[in-house]
């Protein structure tokens, strides 16, 4: 492909971006197709000539895009969202062009200079105090990974790296049922092991971690012989938005010199609203933190905002300088491969600054505030319609609910059929989760473009397929 070839597809890939998003409220959606029917459609093996640009392209348009479930689409009510705003697809695209290996300061000093201040930035707009410094992780998974490591390591006096984990003592992190599945994927990774990770109950509306309880099972491990090393705070849990009392957990956590990660993943985004900052009340007491400007900041994903308080203890567990990555004459400069799992990395902070400075904080907040706002409104709605009741209450604009025809039927059945009609039916889509071990349907607002009307559209969805099913 010739410089003209390539003015003239990469034309065409923003006409079909346009056109895609102009269309999308057209669109079912999920995506509709069966278990293997795009693998079907695609040869089964390799091209040996070069094809035309022109033929993968309209397969592309033929195949892939009818097979795609669209994230981006107004009534995507599903999981948390991932919105990519018009200003990060630009962004992207831009650092695509460039094709960037951003792993050492050297290897692109705008990268490194510009990921400093945009997190900087971001660090003010969510209220967070300026001992904590930021880093873009690919996802909160590997941030959190990151602090499972820096907890082992400095419970271990940081030996762990040289020496291994055998015969060193048992460590115990602590959290509660309501965090996310990443948590536990953590405790595999860094070699505390599930068993390890220890759960504590949680009690009232917001689910959080009881830290009495908390205390007492770090007593309980210490009087056995174990080693406790961290403690893991929820600030808006998926499934049903549990949060923590962060300034609790983080007292009692330090109180036995314990590490403290706060996973605020979807929610810490709406922090940029300053009337919810009392949902992680405390977080600046925490030793690591992670929000996901790729969910509901409009930033492209991937984009993880990872904020640590001591990054001598992050990099002394993170880092490793081989002569081949040192940067000679410069020994003042960052790295931020040495602040990741990864040591390869993509331009991530551009689109990030773009977004920023395209939709600055006030529109930003008032998208975060016309989500809640319409999420709680849909919530007391269905609250109030015969045979419908809450699961769980909203939490910013999460919440879950249940049908109940009142004719004796099994309700898991039930509503699992309920959930299915309401999805196969294209308009909206919504995912299940379960509170105190019952089937619910879950609901959260944060497409970027989603509008009030797109939210009552919803009411009458979900009401008319419980009809249909009555």
């Known amino acids: 492909?010739?410089?003209?070839?390539?003015?003239?597809?990469?034309?065409?890939?923003?006409?079909?971006?346009?056109?895609?998003?102009?269309?999308?409220?057209?669109?079912?959606?999920?995506?509709?197709?069966?278990?293997?029917?795009?693998?079907?459609?695609?040869?089964?093996t390799p091209p040996e000539a070069a094809e035309p640009m022109a033929d993968?392209?309209?397969?592309?348009?033929?195949?892939?895009?009818?097979?795609?479930?669209?994230?981006?689409?107004?009534?995507?009510?599903?999981?948390?969202?991932?919105?990519?705003?018009p200003a990060s697809v630009i962004a992207e695209f831009l650092t695509s062009a460039m094709g960037a290996q951003c792993l050492l300061w050297q290897t692109s000093p705008a990268a490194t200079e510009l990921e400093q201040v945009a997190l900087d930035w971001l660090r003010q707009a969510v209220g967070l105090p300026a001992d904590f410094t930021g880093v873009i992780q690919d996802s909160a998974s590997s941030a959190t990974l990151c602090a499972f490591l820096t907890m082992r390591?400095?419970?271990?006096?940081?030996?762990?790296?040289?020496?291994?984990?055998?015969?060193?003592?048992?460590?115990?992190?602590?959290?509660?049922?309501?965090?996310?599945?990443?948590?536990?994927?953590?405790?595999w990774f860094s070699g505390i092991g599930a068993d390890n990770l220890i759960r504590i109950p949680t009690a009232g509306r917001l689910r959080g971690m009881v830290p009495a309880a908390l205390e007492a099972a770090i007593r309980a491990?210490?009087?056995?012989?174990?080693r406790p090393a961290g403690v893991v705070a929820c600030v808006g849990g998926t499934s049903i938005g549990a949060m923590d009392d962060v300034a609790a957990v983080v007292e009692v956590a330090h109180r036995h010199g314990l590490f403290v990660?706060?996973?605020?993943?979807?929610?810490?985004?709406?922090?940029?609203?300053?009337?919810?900052?009392?949902?992680?009340?405390?977080?600046?007491?925490?030793?690591?933190?992670?929000?996901?400007?790729?969910?509901?900041?409009?930033?492209?994903?991937?984009?993880?905002?990872h904020f640590v308080r001591s990054i001598d203890d992050h990099l002394r567990t993170m880092a490793i300088q081989p002569e081949y990555l040192r940067t000679h004459g410069q020994d003042d400069i960052v790295n931020f491969s040495e602040w990741t799992i990864q040591l390869g990395r993509r331009f991530r902070a551009l689109k990030l600054w773009f977004v920023l400075r395209a939709h600055g904080l006030e529109g930003l907040r008032g998208m975060i505030r016309d989500h809640v706002r319409w999420?709680?409104?849909?919530?007391?709605?269905?609250?109030?319609?015969?045979?419908?009741?809450?699961?769980?209450?909203?939490?910013?604009?999460?919440?879950?609910?249940?049908?109940?025809?009142?004719?004796?039927?099994?309700?898991?059945?039930?509503?699992?059929?309920?959930?299915?009609?309401?999805?196969?039916?294209?308009?909206?889509?919504?995912?299940?989760?379960?509170v105190d071990g019952r089937f619910a349907i879950r609901f959260q607002a944060g497409s970027m473009e989603t509008t009030e009307a797109d939210v009552a559209a919803a009411f009458d969805v979900i009401r008319a397929a419980a009809h249909a099913l009555g």
């Open 1 to 44: 492909m010739d410089g003209e070839d390539f003015r003239h597809w990469a034309h065409e890939a923003a006409d079909f971006a346009a056109r895609y998003r102009a269309g999308l409220r057209e669109k079912p959606v999920r995506a509709g197709t069966a278990p293997g029917e795009i693998a079907a459609a695609l040869p089964a």
């Open 56 to 85: 993968i392209f309209a397969d592309f348009e033929r195949i892939v895009v009818p097979g795609m479930t669209h994230w981006q689409h107004p009534r995507f009510f599903a999981y948390f969202p991932a919105n990519a705003s």
């Open 153 to 187: 390591e400095r419970a271990l006096g940081f030996t762990g790296n040289q020496a291994g984990l055998s015969g060193a003592p048992r460590l115990r992190v602590y959290a509660s049922g309501e965090v996310h599945s990443s948590i536990d994927r953590a405790a």
């Open 221 to 226: 491990d210490l009087a056995a012989g174990f």
């Open 261 to 305: 990660h706060v996973d605020a993943a979807w929610a810490g985004t709406a922090m940029i609203c300053p009337e919810f900052r009392t949902l992680w009340a405390g977080a600046e007491g925490a030793d690591s933190i992670v929000l996901n400007p790729h969910k509901w900041l409009g930033v492209q994903f991937d984009c993880s905002a």
């Open 375 to 434: 999420s709680q409104d849909l919530a007391a709605r269905l609250a109030a319609e015969p045979g419908f009741a809450l699961a769980s209450e909203p939490v910013l604009s999460l919440f879950s609910f249940r049908h109940d025809p009142g004719d004796g039927r099994d309700l898991e059945v039930h509503n699992l059929a309920l959930l299915r009609v309401i999805n196969d039916g294209g308009a909206i889509y919504l995912t299940p989760t379960r």
